[in-house]
């Protein structure tokens, strides 16, 4: 059914732009925030209290999965640190499912934490990192430019998702245990690949985790285009339903490069479509900010809510750490008061 007001959730939705986290973060690391499961609800929740968001989703990092088969992993202002390179030495001395998969129960735990403390009429997401974007920190120890030396290992990163799937679908698999309705895979750096390698490398890849969980897995890549989305159709696993492939997942998110209208026709099927205000947008002074916000609704207001069926309204890709917190607040107001 079409739903008149859209549901309002955020990529980092809770973060470093945000007074509630500020204050947990001087008092704890990021790394005990993430790994104890009280910290890591109490930050979930602080921004459905001070924002009132539809969505509460799991506070943790992608990069643990990483950490869960064997790499060191650090954290400081700079952003993560990962050793060793990924390479063949590396690939044989990785954890095996099992073992990966107790290193992180602490998520589960805390998806649990946070149910419990959530109201009942709020919704609950996890979310793992996409195969690739593991991929390519495990290769390049971090994401940014164009991935040169991961797209030189490419002939690793089969033989790494042949242990790195494995471990993704038994971490999906707790946190819908653990209470999330849907699991979002944030496959960030996929947007750096042609549309012709993504066909062939990351969406055969983040499929096979999704058509484990039909319905419950949604895909979000940064910077991915619609050529990259209509590569999709028929492409499934051996053996599936012939169906378009991305009516195996519950949903996409679609940056603010993309148009909304393209993204919901592109997408007009049984899944969802997550985004895309510019997030940038939420830096401004307040009285410009309200101009933008009102320019990018007025188009989706005229639609008929059956034509906007299965849109959650939110940003492109998070929320900036300058972003401000009285422009998040009056975005999920004037959202409520436009559709209303």
Known sequence: MAQ???PVWFMRQAGRYQRHYQQLRARYSFE???HEPDLSAEVALGSIRDFDFDVA?????????LEALGFSLRYDDQGPHLAPRLDRAVLDQLRGTGEAAERLTFQKRAL???RARLAPDKSLVGFIGGPWTLFVYAVEGRHQGNQPAAKAAVHLFQPFCEQLVALLVENVRMQLEGGAEIVMMFDTAAGGLTPAWFQRTALPAALSIALEF???IAYYGKDLQPAHFRSMNGLVAAGAEPRPAQDHLAGIGVDGRWDLLEALTLFDGPGFVQGNF???LLCLPVDQFRSELQSYLEPLVRLAPERRRGWVCGTGHGVPPDASEANVRAFVQTVREVFA
Not at 57 to 65: G, Y
Request: with cysteine.
């Open 278 to 280: 510019d997030e940038a």
């Open 214 to 216: 039909p319905g419950k």
């Open 4 to 6: 008149a007001v859209p």
């Open 112 to 114: 649990e934490r946070t």
């Open 57 to 65: 989703i799991l506070f943790s990092d992608l990069l643990f999965s």
């Open 32 to 34: 005990e925030l993430c």
